[in-house]
């Protein structure tokens, strides 16, 4: 068979079943491991799947999801991971929350804390603590993109630069085992690294279903964070690396509720 075959048949196989790993797509095919990541490294380039560690996802399971349904996708382990992080966060205090559905949880578990000075560029966010013990609630300037209630853009960074908060709190599309934090979006990134910078400690909430995920733009390094809270211990390279930032993280225990 040729490649051009072997790859229509591979996206075939993707729009059934969304994930496929290099292992399975070379016993299916009878081709080395080298020959399939070739194949996947060309289907990436040109935009038709998302390569991960060991294998590939559908685009749309990578990076093009509706926001509501990303809402449901783990939901449960990020609704503990929302508890935890919000647990480092006392009241009294300022916190910038970045856009994303782990984040909008840290910002209903912040909704019983006392006289917080929130910033947010998630309308999500601020809505959802409209009514609660929050002493202000600022929304980042600028324009509003529809499909998920983000501002991002120089008008954000610009606006978030203003303030400096005593914790962030962001999360982000894809972890990969080195340490790297990144994501799909440069305005999205550019907003993350002001939240970050402009900030006295660093928290990122993201699940561990994010290191089957490749992104492109780099955030930061996780040794260049606070805190790392998740749903299952990270790769040991990950941990190593978040060692020598002194970078503690944290696994959110689920409820059995």
């Not at 490294?41 to 509501?68: F, I, N, Q, W």
Request: aromatic share 4%; hydrophobic share 40%.
């Amino acid at each position: 068979m040729d490649a051009e075959s072997r790859q229509d048949q591979i996206l075939n196989q993707l729009r059934a079943r969304a994930r496929l790993s290099v292992e399975e797509l070379t016993a299916h095919f009878g081709v080395s491991s080298q020959t399939i990541r070739a194949d996947l490294r060309e289907l990436h380039g040109r935009g038709l799947l998302k390569r991960t560690h060991g294998g590939a996802v559908h685009v749309d399971t990578a990076s093009s999801r509706e926001y509501g349904a990303r809402r449901m996708l783990n939901h449960r382990q990020k609704e503990a991971m929302g508890e935890l992080a919000a647990s480092l966060i006392p009241d009294e205090s300022s916190v910038t929350l970045n856009i994303g559905t782990s984040t909008e949880q840290v910002a209903k578990a912040l909704s019983g804390h006392n006289g917080l000075m929130v910033l947010s560029n998630n309308i999500n966010i601020i809505n959802a603590l409209i009514g609660t013990r929050s002493k202000e609630l600022v929304l980042v300037g600028g324009a509003v993109r529809q499909s998920d209630g983000a501002i991002v853009g120089e008008d954000a960074v610009e606006f978030i630069s203003r303030y400096k908060v005593d914790f962030a709190v962001i999360g982000a599309s894809a972890m990969d085992a080195d340490g790297a934090i990144l994501d799909f979006d440069a305005r999205e990134v550019s907003v993350a690294r002001a939240i970050l910078r402009n900030a006295r400690t660093r928290i990122l909430v993201c699940d561990g279903s994010k290191f089957d995920i490749t992104a492109p733009i780099r955030i930061c390094d996780v040794a260049e964070l606070d805190y790392v809270v998740t749903d299952r211990p990270p790769p040991e390279q990950f941990v190593a690396r978040a060692r020598q930032g002194q970078t503690e993280i944290l696994v959110a225990e689920q409820s059995d509720g």
